[in-house]
């Protein structure tokens, strides 16, 4: 089924005919609603007056804390996120009461005139200050292994430094946006363009005093999520839902770009700080990492993020001796939350760079350093600092692949060359792998259901528990099912994701998409087939004798062996003459009354994790990529152009190489923008300055190099994962911590090669003014002022 | 009798709208008439989500699709005009075998993945296809979250190879393609009204000046790409937009031997393949002015009238030694742009003025013998982005290589855009080299007292101010 397949809703979205949630038909009544934003990022609040905002035609009402029926937090883990604060403004923009009304436009204005005074408290925007008053969200973390201590103080070199890195915004091309219909009767149908409809519809009834039966959610589809409506859409469809409950009328709301910008979670921002032991070798004997995450106001999801940068501060590297901390700084800033790599990305960042400081040291080559380190052979060098053994490990073959590839020792003598006759512009290639763990660290969220249902004409409706935002997983659940019941993928209708066909699912997250939840629709189509087959074995007058039986297995799975399901039809592999269509089995399946739906269910095996010791088997396995990149940088103005790009991605064996390419390509370009364009910029009032993209800057085509080459790893089935395929959400985001490294070396080639700097402290993201302030700082050995507090700035307007 | 109505043709279809806001953007109005397929992403003509394409002209006159975005213009703005959406490609009922040839292309490629941005790709894609080059350049001001643009890139090459292959651009009996091959529209006058708003597109600059002396209080709205920013969430209403479009006089580009005179509501896309090859420094800043949606509708005139500090192309101009011609029913004056701009976003425009049009010198500072002249611009991204410094220069030097005529003009680094006066004497007289230049730099990091923003620091801005002054000299001069 290798099919290189577009998105089953290309057509509807080459079209635009493809229905979002804001783009549904409007219905009759429906109501819109608008924020009212606070604007300190910590304050008190002293007064509010919603009085003057009834003098606006098309107001309905005006939304406080007062309105909430149920419990007013929408906390995902713990009930730590107000709704409609009370007493206390957390972040700039925090809405502090919504606007009800006809139409948008009615709603903006009323909120305009909600009068809200405040007394300003002084805000804690960075995660140095959350350090300095120790003001974090929960306890630290700890995995340890080994003696990190002990080893350190006996390393033959030690070097102590940190990094820091800035978050990242999702830039879904869709902003948040909920519908909230109520049926008169105390039930809501809600659309959301979430990633977790399961959770949006506890909190949803949380909010609003009702149990979660009374509330179904639908996501039809998302613009982009990236796991930026993961618990992020939650508190909107909340909103929305009080609104409508308050005044019995279907009630919508989008963010526009400015306020979605302003008022969700981001990527977290990191600090580490280490201190790592070596040899003149290059090879690490121990490593010691504080890791603070920039948690924001609320706790959300911060907890397994943070845990999953410490469960990748390894990356690729066996490490004997180590100890990571982790801990959350709580800022008063939005919420931040979960982004595709959920914490890995923050973790390998510092673990790179500590890598090529080591190598810059001792003058050895950053890549032969790196492969020096690899995880390899069996038992204590193949495991990982919280236990796990690393079953296939592939490290090695996607670093000799891509390598290859990209011809990559060829490539840096040409770059020497180059380098050695210009003096203003200077080029480096750099490589640098991924192994990234999947699985949800929570093992109860590694679970998926399906629902399939098959009617007598012989058309089916597919419904799962995943959600579908762009990563084509609708498609391969789609080629899932049609090539475990052999039919045609005409004969399905993918239904939209909701929680009255798909109870108690997780969220689509994790790079778990295709992985829990084609196993689930599998099992419903293997259920179903179980069910079809005797009537199948009837309608070919297939005999019990007539079927040849299979040492110690039943005479059903006898049965199955012996029917081939393929091309729409059922036939006898003895006998391959007699075939019967799958609609005549249908059809003669509903006569006898034999039931056409079923549901699937899959759960992950073999994993564990002790949250207390730091330990277990997390991850039910690994997927790896390794990336070559090449730079040139220009001394001028720190501006840098990538101009080759060359990946050899491991996918296992692809459901769809189409859209397991399209996955590859763009996680790198979004990992590329959060390396080197995408600065977040806050003022020393707390206020996000970077809310439009105007102001913050995501690639566009422009910075894609012509030559960008994706090789998917051949013969790289995964035992145990649906049809050998592998994760593919996630992983290739870190590819491009290759771009940054590439740029670390081309500011190292401004020094003569004898007087190359030991340690290149880059800010991220390295933006034009942060490669131009480093390589002026290095050039007159003296720190850089831009390397404090790179995304902090100064008003002085 | 009746108010006139607003009237536009959207997807063959002419539409007759009455008491419609004429500031109301387009992409409002395809959203409230539930026309979905058209897509916000900002709001601000910075994603490209909202892309349509409008049958304006070409450089020649010929009728050209040319893609903007529907989030900025108002409706006043497409009276009399055709307006291509995504839901005119496709007729209801279609086989997906009837796609456009850019939608086949975009679904073969994998060109979509959430979809969300994917109508403004195919409308960029869809104009470029009627001008027979679809390439990179074609949806520099689309943004995608999704595909790292990859098989957005492969769809336009096989667009470009099934053009290549046919011999012709388009198949035959494509209806866009006949819809092109006919007269082109010229804009009517518009006088149109609804309860609070007024919308005038005079078509002669007399009754402009007549206008502007009735209305000292009206707006003057050229490609509205900064104008519609402000209607766009309409946070602001307009009682009085009057449209600078349809007069002619401010539309036409006059070249003779000495000089280049620039109608100021010309769209810098007709300036970019009209006078390509004219002037360096206007080639290469127009390359990086924001992007081709906004390129088709902002105007000279307009990133000048702004007088914002960052406007790319004052820079140009002010090395260039532009003169404005101004007019008002009190006559006409020629001014130096670089007598234009008095403060932050402050000119010398008196009320009832306008500017007609702008003049570029084409002959050397007389006693020179030759010209180095170009234009540099920095930002966080290199595409489509507003920079941190933009800067020109002109060098014109003598027969012994020294400098005769200086003019070194940036942007972002003050309050205007702005002249390094004191460093362009300095330089007079003295001999084109490195030395020169980097005995100039450090005077350079000095002349201005540039802000920290978000954009850059204030030390960053410093450096460059000098380092793109280096830059300049080493470029040229290998």
């Keep these: 089924m290798n099919h290189r397949r577009s998105h089953e809703s290309a057509v509807g979205h080459v079209t635009g005919k493809a229905i979002y949630t804001d783009e549904q038909r409007p219905l009759l009544g429906m109501l819109s609603i608008y924020p009212v934003i606070a604007p300190h990022a910590h304050a008190r609040i002293t007064r509010l007056d919603t009085a003057a905002a009834y003098e606006v035609p098309g107001l309905v009402r005006v939304l406080t804390a007062a309105d909430v029926p149920g419990v007013n937090d929408t906390g995902a883990i713990v009930q730590d996120e107000v709704l409609f604060p009370t007493d206390t403004v957390s972040y700039w923009g925090q809405a502090v009461a919504w606007a009800v009304a006809e139409t948008e436009t009615a709603a903006r204005l009323a909120a305009a005139k909600v009068q809200v005074e405040y007394e300003p408290l002084p805000p804690i925007l960075t995660i140095q200050d959350a350090i300095a008053t120790q003001n974090f969200h929960t306890s630290p973390q700890v995995i340890r292994r080994g003696a990190p201590q002990s080893a350190l103080e006996t390393a033959e070199l030690r070097l102590t430094g940190e990094v820091e890195m800035n978050g990242q915004d999702h830039f879904y091309l869709e902003t948040q946006a909920s519908w909230v219909i109520p049926d008169g009767e105390g039930h809501y149908q809600v659309y959301s363009s ?74 977290h921002g990191f600090l580490g700080q280490y201190q790592v032991g070596f040899t003149r070798q290059g090879l690490i004997t121990a490593l010691d990492v504080d890791l603070y995450a920039d948690g924001g106001w609320s706790l959300d999801l911060s907890p397994p993020v943070l845990m999953r940068a410490m469960v990748h501060i390894d990356n690729a590297y066996y490490i004997p001796n180590l100890e990571v901390r982790g801990q959350i700084a709580r800022t008063h800033k939005a919420s931040n939350t979960a982004f595709r790599g959920f914490g890995g990305p923050q973790g390998m960042i510092v673990i790179e760079e500590i890598i090529d400081r080591i190598a810059r040291t001792l003058k050895l080559s950053p890549e032969l350093v790196r492969e020096r380190n690899f995880y390899h052979g069996s ?25 290859m590839n990209a011809q990559f020792l060829e490539r840096k003598l040409a770059i020497a060359q180059f380098n050695s006759t210009h003096a203003y512009q200077k080029r480096a290639i750099a490589i640098t792998p991924v192994k990234f763990g999947i699985s949800f660290n929570k093992i109860q969220y590694n679970q998926a259901g399906a629902l399939l249902l098959i009617y007598t004409d012989g058309s089916i409706q597919l419904n799962h528990g995943g959600t579908e935002m762009g990563q084509g997983l609708h498609t391969k659940m789609l080629q899932v099912a049609a090539r475990t019941l052999g039919v045609s993928l005409s004969r399905f209708r993918m239904m939209p994701t909701s929680t009255d066909k798909v109870p108690n699912t997780s969220a689509t997250a994790a790079s778990s998409g295709s992985d829990l939840n084609g196993q689930a629709v599998k099992d419903a189509c293997e259920t179903i087939k179980a069910r079809l087959a005797p009537i199948a ?99 001028f103005t720190g501006t840098f152009k990538l101009r080759q790009v060359d990946i050899v991605h491991d996918v296992g064996e692809s459901l769809n190489p189409l859209i397991d390419q399209g996955q590859v390509e763009g996680g790198f370009v979004q990992g590329m923008g959060w390396l080197t364009m995408e600065e977040l910029v806050w003022d020393n009032q707390g206020r996000l300055r970077t809310d439009a993209p105007s102001t913050y800057k995501i690639p566009t085509i422009s910075e894609i190099p012509e030559h960008f080459q994706v090789h998917l790893l051949e013969r790289a089935s995964q035992p145990g994962v649906i049809y050998g395929s592998k994760a593919v959400g996630e992983p290739p985001f870190m590819l491009a911590m290759s771009v940054r490294e590439a740029i670390r070396g081309a500011i190292a080639a401004f020094s003569p090669p004898s007087l190359e700097p030991d340690h290149i402290p880059l800010p991220s993201p390295a933006t034009p003014e942060a490669i131009l302030m480093t390589l002026e700082a290095l050039q007159q050995n003296a720190s850089s002022e831009v390397l404090v507090k790179p995304w902090l700035i100064i008003e002085n307007r | 009798m009746p ?12 539409l007759y709208l009455q008491d419609v806001s004429p500031s109301m953007t387009l992409l409002r109005y395809l959203q409230q008439s539930d026309r979905t397929g058209t897509k916000e992403g900002c ?144 804009l009517p006058p518009l006088d149109y009204r609804s309860v609070t708003q007024q919308f005038y597109r005079p ?66 896309s007709r300036i970019e393949t009209q006078l390509h090859g004219l002037f360096p420094a206007l080639d290469e800043m127009l390359h990086w002015f924001a992007a081709r949606q906004v390129r088709n509708r902002a ?152 802000l920290t923003d978000l ?11 000098a380092n793109l002054f280096e830059k300049f000299f080493v470029e040229e001069s290998s």
């Design chain 2, 43 to 186: 709001g601000d003509g910075d994603c490209g989500a909202c892309t349509v394409a409008i049958l304006g002209q070409d450089a020649n006159g010929n009728p050209q699709y040319q893609a903007m975005n529907s989030c900025l213009i108002p409706l006043g703005a497409i009276a009399g005009r055709h307006i291509v959406t995504v839901e005119g490609l496709t007729v209801e009922g279609l086989a997906e075998s009837e796609l456009h040839p850019v939608q086949a292309a975009m679904v073969a490629t994998g060109g979509s993945q959430c979809g969300y941005c994917t109508p403004g790709f195919i409308m960029s894609l869809f104009a470029a296809y009627y001008e027979g080059k679809v390439d990179d350049l074609s949806v520099e001001g689309n943004l995608c979250r999704c595909t790292g643009y990859l098989p957005i890139r492969r769809a336009a090459q096989a667009v470009m190879q099934e053009q290549a292959a046919r011999g012709s651009i388009a198949a035959p009996g494509d209806r866009f393609a006949t819809a092109l091959s006919q007269a082109p529209v010229s």
């Design chain 2, 3 to 14: 108010p006139t109505p607003l009237t536009f043709t959207l997807n063959g279809q002419t």
């Design chain 1, 194 to 267: 979430t990633q977790h409809p399961t959770e949006t519809q506890l909190i949803v009834a949380r909010v609003l005093g009702i149990t979660s039966n009374q509330v179904t959610v639908t996501c039809l589809r998302m613009g982009g999520g990236f796991g930026g409506k993961e618990t992020q859409a939650n508190p909107f469809a909340c909103v929305a839902a009080i609104a409508a409950q308050i005044t019995g009328r279907p009630v919508r709301v989008k963010l526009n770009r400015q306020h979605d910008m302003m008022l969700t979670g981001k990527r």
């Design chain 2, 203 to 268: 078509t002669h600059l007399q009754i402009l000046l007549e206008l502007l002396q009735q209305h000292p209080q009206a707006t003057l709205l050229a490609g509205g790409t900064d104008l519609g920013l402000d209607m766009s969430h309409d946070r602001r209403s307009f009682p009085l937009l009057i449209s600078l479009e349809a007069i002619p006089e401010l539309q036409a580009i006059e070249q003779t031997d000495t000089q280049v005179e620039i109608g100021a509501a010309v769209p810098l």
């Design chain 1, 379 to 403: 038992g204590e060098t193949n495991t990982t600092h919280y236990g796990q053994e690393i079953a296939d490990n592939r490290i090695q073959r996607v670093w000799q692949e891509a390598q």
């Design chain 1, 537 to 635: 074995a009837q309608l070919l007058l297939l005999l019990p004798d007539e079927i040849p039986q299979i040492n110690g297995k039943s005479s059903e799975a006898d049965l199955l062996q012996e029917l081939i399901f393929a091309e729409d039809t059922i036939r006898s592999r003895t006998y391959p003459d007699r075939q019967v269509s799958f609609e005549a089995v249908v059809k003669q399946a509903y006569c006898d009354r034999i039931s056409l739906s079923a549901t699937g269910y899959y759960r992950t095996p073999n994993l564990s994790w002790n949250p207390e010791t730091g330990k277990g088997n997390p991850f039910y396995y690994f997927a790896y990529g390794a990336a070559v990149s090449e730079v040139e940088v220009d001394g």
């Design chain 2, 455 to 465: 954009r850059g620091s204030a030390a960053y801005r410093k450096r460059l101010v």
């Design chain 2, 299 to 450: 105007t000279l005139g307009g990133n000048i009238g702004t007088a914002s500090p960052i406007g790319d192309l004052p820079p140009v101009l002010l090395a260039l030694d532009a003169t404005l011609q101004l007019a008002s029913l009190q006559g006409t004056r020629r001014v130096a742009i670089a007598d234009f701009f008095t403060g932050y976003r402050q000119t010398i425009l008196q009320p009832g003025e306008v500017i007609v049009s702008i003049q570029i010198p084409q002959t050397l500072f007389p006693g020179a013998v030759r010209r180095i002249s170009n234009s540099y611009k920095v930002g966080k991204r290199g595409t489509d982005d507003i920079s941190i410094v933009a800067a020109a220069f002109t060098i014109d030097l003598d027969e012994g290589d020294r400098i005769h005529h200086a003019r070194l003009a940036y942007g972002g680094v003050a309050a205007t855009p702005i002249r390094a006066i004191a460093v362009e004497n300095w330089l007079l007289g003295k001999p084109w080299s490195l030395d020169t230049v980097q005995q100039a730099k450090p005077l350079l990091q000095e002349v201005f007292t540039p």
